[in-house]
């Protein structure tokens, strides 16, 4: 049996690829430093019986004990960084040069898969990106992921450490809350308020939007893999903002029409991923399309305000 040991495994993709591996009967262990965890994802982690590491001594002894570490540890919000970049290149980037120090003092090195993000590759000058796109991040946030990569290359050429680079597009799906939630979560919570999505910008800026089960199956597949090099996880179909907002009135029957407001500082207007690397190295396809996946969302978010608070966190990521 494989045995995982994922950061950040109480965050949003984190939780989720935990909850996914051990439905599987994986062998997963979490550590988080719980800064930025959602009580829910904690409540589910427990209630799983997983173990959850968030001491960094702890964690160097745990590093040992697996056969692969999936990174998703990181800060995520692009405005945020702009506001604070010397934040996210020190939390991001020097705790991935730390963590890839870590594993290559351990003689029997566990398979690495770092979790990189499309931010990296700035302004697309193509269509379709591709992971040879040239990577040009336009905020601190796509810097300090990029960096990682670099560092992450570092110690494969001179400590012979063995990973695997994923690059993910617009992630979605359940347990997606907080200050630094997508596009989607924040179009969901307007929508189920009766209220238009706010869309910043002209709205025809173009997302690939991938359901975090579909990035789960994706991460499993690379854990199972073990292929060095990099790969886009992503839908390879491009969807407007506006079409997006659409959709999800047309789900939810609100007959209105969306408010917009001023662009944000380091949104990029159009980026859509190129799948075919990852479908042809380790047989990765996407499964779950954006409509039904909005569906899903919309469903949860109606169960959950008709369910006792106490609850609701036992309920979602059945």
Same mark, same amino acid.
């Given at each position: 049996m494989v045995k995982v040991l994922i950061t950040g495994g109480a965050g949003f993709i984190g939780h989720n690829l935990v909850l996914h591996l051990l439905s599987r009967g994986w062998d997963v262990i979490v550590y988080d430093n719980l800064e930025r965890s959602s009580k829910c994802a904690i409540e589910k982690i427990r209630s799983a019986g997983i173990? &959850?590491? #968030?001491?960094?001594? *702890? &964690? @160097? +002894?745990?590093l040992s004990e697996v056969d692969v570490v999936v990174h998703a540890a990181a800060y995520i919000s692009v405005e945020e960084s702009i506001a604070n970049p010397e934040k996210y290149l020190i939390n991001n980037s020097?705790?991935?040069?730390?963590?890839?120090?870590?594993?290559?003092?351990?003689?029997? @090195?566990?398979? &690495?898969?770092?979790?990189?993000? %499309? %931010?990296?590759?700035?302004?697309?000058?193509? @269509? !379709?990106? =591709?992971? +040879?796109?040239?990577?040009e991040p336009l905020s601190p946030y796509g810097l300090s992921k990029l960096l990682g990569e670099y560092e992450v290359d570092f110690f494969i050429k001179i400590h012979n450490l063995r990973a695997t680079i994923l690059r993910l597009f617009n992630v979605y799906g359940s347990g997606q809350t907080g200050t630094y939630a997508g596009v989607i979560t924040k179009f969901v919570e307007r929508v189920?308020?009766?209220?238009?999505? &706010?869309?910043?910008? +002209?709205? @025809?800026?173009?997302?690939? !939007?991938?359901?975090?089960?579909?990035?789960?199956?994706?991460?499993? !597949?690379?854990? =199972?893999? *073990?292929?060095?090099? =990099? !790969?886009?996880v992503a839908s390879g179909k491009e969807t407007t903002v506006q079409e997006l907002a659409k959709m999800m009135m047309k789900l939810k029957d609100l007959e209105a029409e969306p408010i917009y %407001? #001023?662009?944000?500082?380091? +949104?990029?207007?159009h980026s859509v991923g190129d799948p075919r690397k990852i479908k042809n190295a380790m047989g990765f396809e996407t499964h779950i399309d954006l409509m039904e996946g909005l569906r899903r969302l919309l469903l949860e978010e109606k169960d959950m305000t008709n369910t006792p608070q106490e609850t609701i966190c036992l309920l979602t990521n059945r």
């Open positions: 173990p &959850l590491v #968030s001491q960094e001594s *702890k &964690l @160097k +002894d745990n020097v705790n991935t040069y730390t963590l890839c120090k870590h594993i290559s003092d351990i003689d029997n @090195k566990p398979h &690495l898969v770092y979790i990189s993000s %499309a %931010a990296v590759y700035g302004k697309p000058r193509q @269509k !379709f990106v =591709t992971e +040879d796109h040239p990577v189920c308020q009766n209220q238009p999505p &706010l869309i910043y910008g +002209d709205g @025809k800026q173009t997302r690939d !939007f991938i359901h975090v089960e579909d990035v789960c199956e994706a991460i499993r !597949f690379a854990i =199972t893999k *073990k292929i060095n090099g =990099t !790969f886009n %407001a #001023s662009p944000k500082q380091g +949104d990029i207007t």
